[in-house]
């Protein structure tokens, strides 16, 4: 392998030396000739010092057009480590409704150090982000956007447009709103709107007036469906008085969307703490993971210890021993299907947390005809084993209630949990093994007790 | 309860009884009445040929709205069973992309009866993106886009726009293309630099030229990180000669990475064959699990068979039977994790399928600091329980090194997967939990049996 197809394979090592160097052309330069998902995975191999190194010594500007390529996760980190004044000047440069993510993610005391060294203006506009939940449209919504009071020409509009090109065209403005004396939204302007009409014209004879706006509250969940339902690339969000206090953007109700479905495929697979990349360092990721597997490893021999209750039975019958543990993953990947579309179902809005009956009944009827179909696949694998009908009956029979078991509670437990606020994604799967372990348990065993004179 | 209040709960059943009766006028009224959410709802309440007949009996504009109102999985299930000319009807009022989509996923015989029907010029241009991966810009890109010659003039521009402000109104315009003779990509308009410049000049002149554009082949995911480098609304996409094909929105893309996202968790718990929603026939339901289902309990089968190898170990040692359960059950835990990281870590681009070695050791420092701590957590149960050390220093030895071997392969099994283009969300689970499984029980057996002496 020559140095050059090295290079291009390991930016980061030509990166880290020349952040060790302090070297702030090279590593512009390396990076920009990268492009974004390859800028992002060296960044991602840096030492975390290195990362923090490699945002002091490049311009404000451009550390931020970085944090905005790289993983959110790792942009908290990061900014984490700055000093309060640097990480004041990067911030500074991130869209509104980023820094008030970042600012919000950072320890209480660090955020309010953070906001102190930024300017005053964007301070005070971050400071009201933060007010905001940030699953919401009020926590997702920029706080630039163009709004003219109602009395305003067509002539005023464009002129304050040309005058201030350079300003909006960060903005990458697509409507702007009118608002009467009282700041409250009554209309928007369409940029077409502006073209097709004579310049003395007033913006409240051109402008769509009742425009649909959203309240600061609304959900991610109610905004992708509000964007679903009209295909706006924007809309403007009010509180409660009907203030235009900001612009949620569709590509930013979208990116939450995904990033709440990340959210919750990690959580159904025990990774619980946020999101967590392989950069991070190893004490915090071996610690939240070991966090949920130690609540977990507590179920199990809970669960477990239903099988010493049946001693007794299980050295009379020593195969059962071999069907504990296929009753045990069997369950749990009935059940955990179940889960699946039930947090799917919440999601999309077609299920509330008080159908219970529906999904109920939709469930029971599943583990019905499954239950029935691996009981009876299960019974004949123990009958071809032992050739004894009644070890295939015990098990096949457990497998079969226990399927049904599963499945209703994999279907009813995301509901239950939503129901009480509680994240689904996190605590369906424990709760729904260790009770669908005992039960399977506590079926094979009491059966074969109860047939043990058949079995021995 | 009051009727009032039983209608506001159950919109469906109205609905329902306006369909029987035919009555489009009341469903309509119903359904406007609604808001998204609780319409997608009312109309996954129906039965499917009351869906069906919905679709009928309202306008094809009123139809397609609907449509895009409710989940994917259950338009292309309307769809499927409605006459060709009623579909076509219905289909082309819907956008390009959606077209295509729906078109797709039909069987192609039915998709060709369709297009027969459907008007010339629009089922040519759903048949043209019907050609590209529907997961790709050509296939998530909007045929509908505003072009104008390098000849034009700033004026030609905005009396085009004028003369068709009603058409265009409905797409959304952010920018407008130009394009040279051969319909070559060679600069982007925006609306406002239309606004700002006098009506003489050409659009050369005012264009942003050698504009960024996509190739039609590029990824969702590619897409996704485009757009979080660049601010844009929506990029044109060209084919291989440059030519301008149609528009992909920063929109779509967005959707296209939820869609994928709710598809990996999906999987990732056994929800194979696309998107269930339990709206769908019992029939698709039950069997979609039950493939998944029945592979698993073969796979499960093979791995327990490892116990019956050991039967004199452990009628010797019965308490054994209690830890086997556990050590499955954990180190499928700990090996989900390493899975969900891997996953997540390529869906973002951090890690690339022949970064193994990064990932073992990676993983091989949690799996040592982890399997230790459950390793000594399961010794001490064990020893507490039985009061024998051996038997603690055999189950936690054995849950020790397989939490190693789990996380290990938990995070090199979606890489090697991805490698061989496997689909790794579907395919992790199965494999590793039959590799810990076996390789658990072989542990716990195996050092039971070298240590049969000291645990009875």
Redesign the interface.
């Known amino acids: 392998m020559t140095d050059t197809e090295e290079e291009i394979k390991d930016p980061w090592t030509p990166l880290a030396e020349s952040i060790e160097t302090g070297d702030a052309t090279a590593a512009t330069a390396l990076l920009e000739s990268l492009d974004?998902?390859d800028a992002?995975?060296a960044i991602?191999r840096l030492e975390e010092d290195q990362r923090e190194k490699l945002m002091t010594i490049v311009e404000p500007e451009q550390a931020a057009d970085l944090l905005?390529?790289i993983?959110y996760a790792q942009v908290v980190d990061i900014v984490d480590g700055l000093e309060p004044d640097k990480a004041a000047d990067i911030i500074e440069e991130l869209p509104s409704d980023t820094q008030a993510d970042v600012l919000g993610d950072l320890e209480p005391q660090e955020a309010e150090d953070i906001l102190n060294e930024m300017e005053p203006e964007q301070a005070a506009g971050a400071r009201l982000l933060l007010t905001y939940d940030e699953d919401t449209a009020g926590g997702l919504m920029r706080t630039e956007f163009l709004a003219f009071p109602k009395s305003a020409t067509v002539r005023d509009v464009?002129e304050d447009?040309?005058a201030n090109?350079e300003e909006?065209s960060d903005l990458?403005?697509?409507y702007a709103y009118v608002i009467d004396d009282d700041a409250r939204l009554t209309g928007v302007l369409r940029?077409?709107d502006?073209?097709?009409n004579p310049s003395r014209r007033s913006v409240a004879d051109i402008m769509l007036s009742r425009p649909l706006s959203v309240p600061h509250d609304m959900t991610h969940e109610?905004l992708?469906?509000?964007?679903?339902?009209h295909?706006?690339?924007g809309a403007p969000v009010v509180d409660a008085d009907e203030h235009l206090i900001g612009v949620v953007l569709?590509?930013d109700a979208?990116?939450a969307?995904?990033e709440a479905?990340?959210d919750?495929?990690?959580k159904?697979?025990?990774?619980s703490g946020g999101?967590?990349?392989?950069?991070m360092p190893?004490r915090i990721?071996?610690w939240r993971?070991?966090s949920?597997?130690?609540v977990?490893?507590g179920l199990?021999?809970m669960?477990?210890?239903v099988?010493?209750m049946f001693?007794g039975t299980?050295?009379a019958v020593?195969?059962?021993?071999?069907?504990?543990?296929?009753i045990?993953?069997?369950s749990?990947?009935?059940g955990?299907?179940a889960?699946?579309?039930s947090?799917?179902?919440l999601?999309?809005?077609?299920?509330?947390p008080l159908d219970l009956l529906?999904?109920l009944l939709?469930e029971l009827?599943?583990g019905l005809?499954?239950g029935l179909?691996?009981g009876i696949?299960?019974a004949l694998?123990a009958l071809l084993?032992k050739g004894n009908p009644w070890l295939g009956l015990v098990v096949g029979a457990a497998l079969m209630i226990n399927t049904i078991v599963a499945v209703c509670l994999g279907g009813l437990i995301p509901l239950v949990l939503k129901r009480f606020d509680r994240d689904p994604a996190l605590a369906s799967g424990p709760i729904l093994?260790t009770v669908t372990?005992m039960c399977g348990?506590m079926l094979v065993l009491g059966f074969a007790t109860l047939a043990l004179g058949r079995l021995t």
């Open positions: 974004t998902a992002a995975r991602d905005e390529q993983p464009v447009m040309r090109a909006y990458d403005v697509q940029l077409r502006l073209l097709l109610e992708a469906r509000f964007f679903d339902d295909h706006f690339v569709a590509e979208a990116e969307e995904v479905a990340a919750d495929f990690l159904m697979s025990g990774v999101e967590e990349l392989r950069s190893l990721r071996s993971r070991l949920w597997l130690s977990n490893i199990n021999v669960a477990a210890s099988i010493a001693q299980l050295e020593i195969a059962l021993a071999v069907f504990l543990p296929i045990s993953d069997m749990g990947c009935s955990s299907q889960v699946a579309v947090i799917r179902e999601t999309l809005g077609l299920v509330r529906r999904v939709k009827q599943i005809i499954n179909a691996l696949l299960l694998v084993w093994t372990d348990f």
